[in-house]
Structures are given as structure tokens and as C-alpha cells.
């Protein structure tokens, strides 16, 4: 039977274009604040755990020019997509059991992808055993966060459908483990970190109808949802969602996410 971190990895995989396309712009930038507050200028080995399609990699090589970069993902569909001028190396690997030897990293950095996890504690270590001594760790997760606007829309209309429940585990959805700075830090130090900061910041994002439709259908629950319906309860779904979006203010469509931010030392 395969694990739950396997099937996120391979659902990922499945949907890395839809992804790349869709939701790695929006969230990308979210991370810049990390960068800034990381001491990646004089880095000589810089590692980026579940690192997706490589989108931070660039940020990363400005911030550290001298830096080796290492990427590493464990959705072998997602690294493929790393841009082309993506020159360091990308590898498919399990957060919670890196490849790598002991004490090598200078900077390694986590975004939007402890809460997929089952352990979260674990990984952190593994990253810590990775990291020199001193070496920092750089976190980006979700803090209070509604998810994209017209969701609420999606699952009821998904429900009147008869579409079977979200059938990710939820050991790998683990999100309100640490949606605060007290649970965040306190997982940072369970995981031995030191020197432990915590922050939130409040990101805007105007979406129109379209795109949500085209993210949730492309890479969000309604993606893991829709798909069990015929495609003609799947097209009247979407059909109905559509009709009751368009009727929402403007505003409704503006999502405000507070984003989650930490630093530690190893």
C-alpha cells in the first residue's frame, strides 16, 4: 500500500504543470521576507527542502552568489519543471531522511512544505543534522488563513454533487500544527533549534473568477474532489460555481493570507 507521503508525492507530480503555472506564482513571492532575514550572503552551501519546481533557487543564487544550492523535492513530476536556468542541482528526496551528509549546509530553508510532513519534528532534525553548526534554518508556512476566496462555494456545490471527501491524509495536511509562532517556535525547539524567531506578515493577492476556478480545478481540493464525478456532474458543478462566483463583490476575490515566518539556529 502506498504511504501517505508517496501519494502526495506522486499527486504533486501528476499536477506540477497545473502548479507551476497557477500556484507557484502566487505563492513565490511570499517567501522574499525569509531571504532577506537569513545570513545567506556569505553561505557556501545553501539547501532548499521541498523545493517543488526550483521557484525560490533563483532568489536563493542572488542572495548567496558563492552559495552551492541544493534543491530537493520529493515529487520527481515537480523538479522536472525547474526552470532552465535553474543551474544547480535538483533531487528527488524524502524530507525526513536526506541524502545528504552530516554538518555540509550553511542556510537550509523550508517553504510551504512542513505542514505536508507526517513528522514534522523529524524533518527538522534531519535538516538540523544537515546543518553545521550555527548553520541557520529558514521556515515559510501558513498562519490564519481562510484558503482562496469562493472555496466554501466549491465545497458546497461539491457536496451537492455527491463527490466523494477529500481523500488526502491528513497526516500530510498538517497545517494547524504550527499556523502560529508559538506552535512554529515551539517545534523548532522540540527539534533542538536555538535562537528561535518568530513572525506573520499579511499578503494580497486580486484573483479573478477564472483563475480561482482554473487553480482549484488545476491543483486545489477541488481537483482531488471533481475527479470522482462523471464528466457531466463534473462540468455541471464547475457550471454552478462559476454562475454563483461571478455574483460575488469584487472584494470577495481578494485574498489575504497571513504567512508564517521563522528563523532558528542549529
Not at 32 to 52: T, Y
Not at 60 to 70: D, E, W
Not at 177 to 203: C, H, I, N, Q
Not at 251 to 261: K, M, S
Given at each position: 500500500?502506498?504511504?501517505?507521503?508517496?501519494?502526495?508525492?506522486?499527486?504533486?507530480?501528476?499536477?506540477?504543470?497545473?502548479?507551476?503555472?497557477?500556484?507557484?506564482?502566487?505563492?513565490?513571492?511570499?517567501?522574499?521576507?525569509?531571504?532577506?532575514?537569513?545570513?545567506?550572503?556569505?553561505?557556501?552551501?545553501?539547501?532548499?527542502?521541498?523545493?517543488?519546481?526550483?521557484?525560490?533557487?533563483?532568489?536563493?543564487c542572488a542572495a548567496a552568489p558563492a552559495a552551492r544550492v541544493l534543491a530537493v523535492d520529493r515529487a520527481h513530476g515537480m523538479l522536472r519543471l525547474a526552470p532552465r536556468h535553474v543551474k544547480h542541482p535538483l533531487v528527488a528526496m524524502d524530507a525526513q531522511a536526506l541524502a545528504i551528509r552530516s554538518r555540509i549546509a550553511d542556510v537550509a530553508t523550508l517553504v510551504f512544505m512542513l505542514f505536508h510532513v507526517p513528522d514534522p519534528v523529524a524533518a527538522l532534525r534531519d535538516v538540523r543534522r544537515v546543518l553545521r553548526p550555527g548553520g541557520a534554518a529558514g521556515i515559510v508556512t501558513w498562519g490564519s488563513d481562510q484558503g482562496v476566496p469562493g472555496l466554501s462555494i466549491w465545497k458546497e456545490e461539491l457536496d451537492a454533487a455527491g463527490a466523494a471527501p477529500d481523500p488526502r491524509d491528513p497526516i500530510i495536511m498538517q497545517q494547524e500544527k504550527m499556523d502560529t509562532p508559538e506552535k512554529l517556535s515551539a517545534l523548532l525547539a522540540a527539534a533542538g533549534y536555538t535562537a528561535v524567531r518568530a513572525w506573520t506578515r499579511v499578503f494580497e493577492h486580486r484573483w479573478t473568477v477564472d483563475e480561482i476556478v482554473q487553480v482549484q480545478l488545476g491543483c486545489g481540493m477541488s481537483a482531488r474532489r471533481i475527479g470522482g464525478l462523471s464528466p457531466d456532474a463534473a462540468a455541471a458543478c464547475e457550471a454552478r460555481v462559476r454562475r454563483r462566483m461571478a455574483l460575488l463583490p469584487l472584494e470577495a476575490l481578494v485574498h489575504r493570507p497571513e504567512v508564517l515566518f521563522a528563523t532558528a539556529t542549529a
Amino acid at each position: 500500500m502506498i504511504s501517505p507521503s508517496a501519494a502526495l508525492a506522486r499527486e504533486y507530480s501528476e499536477k506540477a504543470d497545473a502548479y507551476a503555472r497557477q500556484w507557484s506564482p502566487v505563492i513565490a513571492p511570499m517567501a522574499q521576507p525569509l531571504i532577506d532575514n537569513l545570513p545567506l550572503a556569505g553561505a557556501g552551501w545553501v539547501l532548499d527542502v521541498g523545493a517543488g519546481t526550483g521557484a525560490l533557487v533563483p532568489a536563493l543564487c542572488a542572495a548567496a552568489p558563492a552559495a552551492r544550492v541544493l534543491a530537493v523535492d520529493r515529487a520527481h513530476g515537480m523538479l522536472r519543471l525547474a526552470p532552465r536556468h535553474v543551474k544547480h542541482p535538483l533531487v528527488a528526496m524524502d524530507a525526513q531522511a536526506l541524502a545528504i551528509r552530516s554538518r555540509i549546509a550553511d542556510v537550509a530553508t523550508l517553504v510551504f512544505m512542513l505542514f505536508h510532513v507526517p513528522d514534522p519534528v523529524a524533518a527538522l532534525r534531519d535538516v538540523r543534522r544537515v546543518l553545521r553548526p550555527g548553520g541557520a534554518a529558514g521556515i515559510v508556512t501558513w498562519g490564519s488563513d481562510q484558503g482562496v476566496p469562493g472555496l466554501s462555494i466549491w465545497k458546497e456545490e461539491l457536496d451537492a454533487a455527491g463527490a466523494a471527501p477529500d481523500p488526502r491524509d491528513p497526516i500530510i495536511m498538517q497545517q494547524e500544527k504550527m499556523d502560529t509562532p508559538e506552535k512554529l517556535s515551539a517545534l523548532l525547539a522540540a527539534a533542538g533549534y536555538t535562537a528561535v524567531r518568530a513572525w506573520t506578515r499579511v499578503f494580497e493577492h486580486r484573483w479573478t473568477v477564472d483563475e480561482i476556478v482554473q487553480v482549484q480545478l488545476g491543483c486545489g481540493m477541488s481537483a482531488r474532489r471533481i475527479g470522482g464525478l462523471s464528466p457531466d456532474a463534473a462540468a455541471a458543478c464547475e457550471a454552478r460555481v462559476r454562475r454563483r462566483m461571478a455574483l460575488l463583490p469584487l472584494e470577495a476575490l481578494v485574498h489575504r493570507p497571513e504567512v508564517l515566518f521563522a528563523t532558528a539556529t542549529a
